[in-house]
T-cell receptor, first 116, second 109 residues
Framework: NAGVTQTPKFRILKIGQSMTLQCTQD?????MYWYRQDPGMGLKLIYY???????DKGEVPNGYNVSRSTTEDFPLRLELAAPSQTSVYFC???????????????FGSGTQLSVL | GQNIDQPTEMTATEGAIVQINCTYQ??????LFWYQQHAGEAPTFLSY??LDGLEEKGRFSSFLSRSKGYSYLLLKELQMKDSASYLC??????????WGAGTKLIIKP
């Protein structure tokens, strides 16, 4: 069982470069999320998706874009990378979204991104 | 604003019991989660509380008091592998998860 697969694991970008963080899940989950985790702070939601073709902004969407063309894939695009985007990024998925009981999140292994 | 408070770091001894507290102030409440995160790894789900009281799952238990905006995670018979960060998260009225910064638990032999 692969679960949530996230690539790459590490990446160093120069200011102004762009890149895509890949995320795929094989659990047929409806909901997918992108979080960033900074030292001493809670996870912050960047974008989320409730199904193929539907995405919405989270708490900190500026500087990022997403797409959800299939149930399985939810890539995160960084345009014009800035030092403030240095962080650990986690993709996550859940089967049920809101109001239907508890939805535990399944996380990918994370991407450590440095923008220099 | 919405806020989740947890101690930054705690130290406990192998074989002992430790209680990690979480207090929250959120716009609405639709459940509280605890996740475990080992250093350099992804968070993994531990427990969920939506009603007041204690939920027990093996060595781990989680308690919730909605009226006090308070939860705790109780870890018994501590093992070295329990050294990790423990994240508290609350689902608000919009069903968005608000995360605490996490409590780093250090287990000493």
């Amino acid at each position: 069982n692969a679960g949530v697969t996230q690539t790459p694991k590490f990446r160093i970008l120069k200011i102004g470069q762009s890149m895509t963080l890949q995320c795929t899940q094989d659990m047929n989950h409806n909901y997918m999320y992108w979080y960033r985790q900074d030292p001493g702070m809670g996870l912050k939601l960047i974008y989320y998706s409730v199904g193929a073709g539907i995405t919405d902004k989270g708490e900190v969407p500026n500087g990022y874009n997403v797409s959800r063309s299939t149930t399985e894939d939810f890539p995160l695009r960084l345009e014009l990378a800035a030092p403030s985007q240095t962080s650990v990024y986690f993709c996550a998925s859940s089967y049920e979204g809101q109001g239907t009981g508890y939805e535990k999140l399944f996380f990918g292994s994370g991407t450590q991104l440095s923008v220099l | 604003g919405q806020n989740i408070d947890q101690p930054t770091e705690m130290t406990a001894t192998e074989g002992a019991i430790v209680q990690i507290n979480c207090t929250y102030q959120t716009s609405g409440f639709n459940g509280l989660f605890w996740y475990q995160q080992h250093a350099g790894e992804a968070p993994t789900f531990l427990s969920y509380n939506v009603l007041d009281g204690l939920e027990e799952k093996g060595r781990f238990s989680s308690f919730l008091s909605r009226s006090k905006g308070y939860s705790y995670l109780l870890l018994k018979e501590l093992q070295m592998k329990d050294s990790a960060s423990y994240l508290c998260a609350v689902r608000d009225s919009n069903y968005q998860l608000i995360w605490g910064a996490g409590t780093k638990l250090i287990i000493k032999p």
